[in-house]
T-cell receptor, first 111, second 112 residues
Framework: SQQGEEDPQALSIQEGENATMNCSYK?????LQWYRQNSGRGLVHLIL?????REKHSGRLRVTLDTSKKSSSLLITASRAADTASYFC???????????FGTGTRLTVIP | DADVTQTPRNRITKTGKRIMLECSQT?????MYWYRQDPGLGLRLIYY???????NKGEISDGYSVSRQAQAKFSLSLESAIPNQTALYFC???????????FGPGTRLLVL
């Protein structure tokens, strides 16, 4: 069973616009992570936010976490064509020994 | 050179054949994982290992087995491949803290 569900499943924007994708999960967590996957390639870690944090920034990325709603959002500002990829959230669930990945959001940035 | 490598990168096999996918890492991490990815289903965990003597089943271990030959090597075997095992397979590693995972490039497997 998937722990996280991303929304939307697919998103298409123009270069320069901001992209927002959301992740919902079901159980208590230690942290939540976002990964990026270029087509057919391995996932690459982007950012981690701990359960006691509400917002975190890394370059053009901004992540928020609302543990009361069991949800997170990833904002990519000033998007570029090179940001075209699938983005996955992954939860480090309390009491578990591994990550649980969501189903991903496919982002297309049109030049 | 890549920190996490997988061989082969692509494999076509027939139903009933035994195959092995291999993963090697140079990151010095103790923890290693095998996932499969199917379209629309995200990644699902098959097996994971926290050290050479520790092997654990994941969400979808049926039909698979693993071997941790050394800290740096973790192999996944399909004892008798079936068509619904056609998928993209990823190996990943993490350090003792286990928070961030580092992925290999993947093996695309087609079972006919």
């Amino acid at each position: 069973s998937q722990q996280g569900e991303e929304d939307p499943q697919a998103l298409s924007i123009q270069e320069g616009e901001n992209a927002t994708m959301n992740c919902s999960y079901k159980t208590s967590i230690n942290n939540l992570q976002w990964y990026r996957q270029n087509s057919g390639r391995g996932l690459v870690h982007l950012i981690l936010i701990r359960s006691n944090e509400r917002e975190k920034h890394s370059g053009r990325l901004r992540v928020t976490l609302d543990t009361s709603k069991k949800s997170s959002s990833l904002l990519i500002t000033a998007s570029r064509a090179a940001d075209t990829a699938s983005y996955f959230c992954a939860t480090d669930r309390t009491g578990a020994n591994n990550l649980f990945f969501g189903t991903g959001t496919r982002l297309t940035v049109i030049p | 050179d890549a920190d996490v490598t997988q061989t082969p990168r692509n494999r076509i096999t027939k139903t009933g054949k035994r195959i092995m996918l291999e993963c090697s890492q140079t990151k010095g991490h103790d923890r290693m994982y095998w996932y499969r990815q199917d379209p629309g289903l995200g990644l699902r965990l098959i097996y994971y290992s926290f050290d050479v003597k520790d092997i654990n089943k994941g969400e979808i271990s049926d039909g698979y087995s693993v071997s941790r030959q050394a800290q740096a090597k973790f192999s996944l075997s399909l004892e008798s491949a079936i068509p619904n095992q056609t998928a993209l397979y990823f190996c990943a590693t993490s350090d003792l803290g286990g928070e961030t995972q580092y992925f290999g490039p993947g093996t695309r497997l087609l079972v006919l």
